[in-house]
């Protein structure tokens, strides 16, 4: 019988990924993993750009060239890292409900009330309905893993898909907060009537009592109603805006000073969420809604890591919204995002992740 230590020593971490393994192209299942990513290829709710439904395969397929002597966890790799299945006809039905859908949003944008139009309304009742169903599966299949014991994080699809991934950590932690990357506030309320918006997921996830805090960062986008809900949580929410940011870099601040600050206001418990059109856009020009502004790739990784070496304990992640385009760029980003996020992970967890390699 062939074991993890059999793996480990037979394979050449220097060679490219196995294409016929899992994620990064190791050779372990899911039982000899310690981080089991969930894979969620859904967008039914999106009225911009399209495709986060495709990341989780676009990142499994780049994640194959990313070299894995990682400079700061060289030994990450040898603790595995497993991708699951999606859960069946997720893909099927996201393609199934935005069609459904698009209509809705057109009269929306037309400005038609959906309450006059009784397809409509029963349209948005069914898109609803298999929006809730879409959480509770993911709730379930993230909790099938944590009561294995391992470490879970949810690849996207759009937005929307982690709140299930929350509320499954919520069942194993009394309270914890969310390190929030995006472009967007996302608290919007049932936005254009869909309960389960991409943007309305921070709403959602402060009906989770045990989310004690949210602090939000990168955010160039929102509206009068997010601003509204940021003040009536009494600092539950804490936003730092890019404008805010960049004005505190151009005076002077340095981005250790920033790091140090936005991890002092996160409780013992966190789990990132991670949009990736936080970042710059030239990181993710296809995602579905691109803001100008925003941080580096490298602004990220230094914040995960001065957290993952905090007194602050990383108890998962989500990263979504990457979405392919004409070439393997979103993918190849998110790919190696996804595998520094292991890194910080299993860093946080007091796993053997090697020491950093210095030149």
């Known amino acids: 019988m ?14 490219p990924g196995l294409e016929d393994a899992s994620v990064f192209g190791l050779p372990f299942t899911a039982e000899e993993s310690e981080i089991v990513i969930v894979p969620v290829p859904w967008e ?59 209509p809705i949003i057109e009269a929306l944008e037309k400005g038609k009330l959906i309450e006059n139009h009784p397809g409509l309304q029963q349209d948005l009742d069914t898109i609803n309905y298999a929006c809730a169903d879409m959480v509770e599966t993911i709730k379930q299949q993230t909790l099938k893993w944590l009561d294995k ?14 709140l299930g991934y929350y509320q499954a950590l919520a069942e194993k ?3 914890f907060g969310l390190l929030h990357l995006d472009a967007h506030m996302d608290l919007r309320i049932a936005y254009e009537g869909f309960a389960y918006s991409h943007a309305s997921v921070m709403y959602n996830a402060l009906q989770i009592p045990n989310i ?59 789990c990132i969420s991670f949009d ?5 856009p030239w990181y993710c020009p296809n995602t579905g809604t691109p803001v100008p502004g925003g941080f580096s790739f490298e602004q ?11 007194n602050k304990k ?19 980003v998110g790919a190696r995002m996804l595998f520094h996020m292991c890194g910080v992970l299993a860093k946080s967890q007091n796993l053997n992740v090697g020491e950093p390699i210095i030149f």
């Not at 805090?213 to 003040?231: L, S, T």
């Not at 990736?276 to 710059?280: A, E, N």
């Not at 990383?314 to 979405?323: K, N, R, S, T």
């Open 276 to 280: 990736i059109d936080g970042m710059y």
């Open 149 to 162: 014991g391992k470490l879970v994080a949810l690849l996207g699809g759009d937005h929307s898909t982690p």
């Open 314 to 332: 990383i108890i998962g992640f989500d990263l979504v919204e990457v979405a392919p385009g004409d070439n393997d760029w979103d993918g190849n």
């Open 2 to 15: 062939t074991t993890k230590q059999d793996k480990i020593n037979n394979f050449d971490p220097s060679q």
């Open 173 to 175: 932690h009394s309270d």
């Open 44 to 102: 039914v709710t999106v009225s911009y750009g399209a495709g986060a439904s495709l990341g989780p395969d676009a990142v499994l397929e780049a994640s194959y060239q990313v070299d894995l002597l990682h400079q700061e966890f060289p030994e990450l790799w040898k603790l595995g890292i497993f991708m699951d299945e999606a859960p069946k006809k997720m893909k099927k039905n996201s393609k199934k409900f935005k069609k459904l859908a698009q």
């Open 300 to 310: 990220a990784t230094y914040l995960f890591s001065k957290l993952a070496k905090s």
């Open 212 to 270: 004690t805090k949210i602090v939000q960062i990168g955010i160039r986008d929102f509206c009068e109603q997010e601003v509204g809900v940021v003040k009536n949580e009494n600092g539950r929410v804490v936003v730092h805006t890019d404008m805010d940011m960049k004005k505190e870099e151009f005076e002077g601040k340095t981005w250790k000073q920033k790091c140090d600050e936005l991890i002092e206001q996160l409780p013992e418990k966190v």
